[in-house]
T-cell receptor, first 114, second 110 residues
Framework: DAGVTQSPTHLIKTRGQQVTLRCSPK?????VSWYQQALGQGPQFIFQ???????QRGNFPDRFSGHQFPNYSSELNVNALLLGDSALYLC?????????????FGPGTRLTVL | DAKTTQPNSMESNEEEPVHLPCNHS???????IHWYRQLPSQGPEYVIH???SNVNNRMASLAIAEDRKSSTLILHRATLRDAAVYYC???????????FGTGTRLKVLA
């Protein structure tokens, strides 16, 4: 089992550009959540996808959008990048029917905005 | 959003017990409290979870206050490999929005 995989591992963009990050969940998992983790901070919930729909959203602007595909993989898109978007972006997968919804995290994508 | 708070850092000697506290008054009363830990350059890793009563697994123990507004992660014998940032977390008010605590950086001294 490959676990949760994310691509790319690192990315450098300039202000105003757009970026797409990708996530493949752990085998058997149907729910994907995205988090932003600034340096020295805890992960901040961006949104969660289930059944190809955004089920819950955190306090992030509309510049952050996502998608979930029929195979449960997911993408995070960020438009009009700002310097403050520089962070580690984490994807986590879980099973919605699970009793306690343990999340399995990928290694993250490090985004640097110049 | 009200914060889920943890001490910034703690130190422990190797082979000694460690108690890591978390105040989480905003975690829903019916949802599980989770603890994760994060090593450098890695995503968080699940440690333990609980609902109302104390829990044990091979990694740690979790003590949950009766009012569920706080919990304590207990590492019975800290090792150098336990050095990490520890986060408590859970969902809020019956939503799917997951809140992580501020995190405690645990330093284990040889």
């Amino acid at each position: 089992d490959a676990g949760v995989t994310q691509s790319p591992t690192h990315l450098i963009k300039t202000r105003g550009q757009q970026v797409t990050l990708r996530c493949s969940p752990k085998s058997g998992h149907d729910t994907v959540s995205w988090y932003q983790q600034a340096l020295g901070q805890g992960p901040q919930f961006i949104f969660q996808y289930y059944e190809e729909e955004e089920r819950q959203r955190g306090n992030f602007p509309d510049r952050f959008s996502g998608h979930q595909f029929p195979n449960y993989s997911s993408e995070l898109n960020v438009n009009a990048l700002l310097l403050g978007d520089s962070a580690l972006y984490l994807c986590a997968s879980s099973i919605t029917s699970g009793a306690y919804n343990e999340q399995f995290f990928g290694p993250g994508t490090r985004l640097t905005v110049l | 959003d009200a914060k889920t708070t943890q001490p910034n850092s703690m130190e422990s000697n190797e082979e000694e017990p460690v108690h890591l506290p978390c105040n989480h008054s905003t975690i829903s009363g019916t949802d599980y409290i989770h603890w994760y830990r994060q090593l450098p350059s890695q995503g968080p890793e699940y440690v333990i979870h609980g609902l109302t009563s104390n829990v044990n697994n091979r990694m740690a123990s979790l003590a949950i206050a009766e009012d569920r507004k706080s919990s304590t992660l207990i590492l019975h014998r800290a090792t150098l490999r336990d050095a990490a940032v520890y986060y408590c977390g859970g969902t809020t008010s019956g939503t799917y929005k997951y809140i992580f605590g501020t995190g405690t950086r645990l330093k284990v001294l040889a």
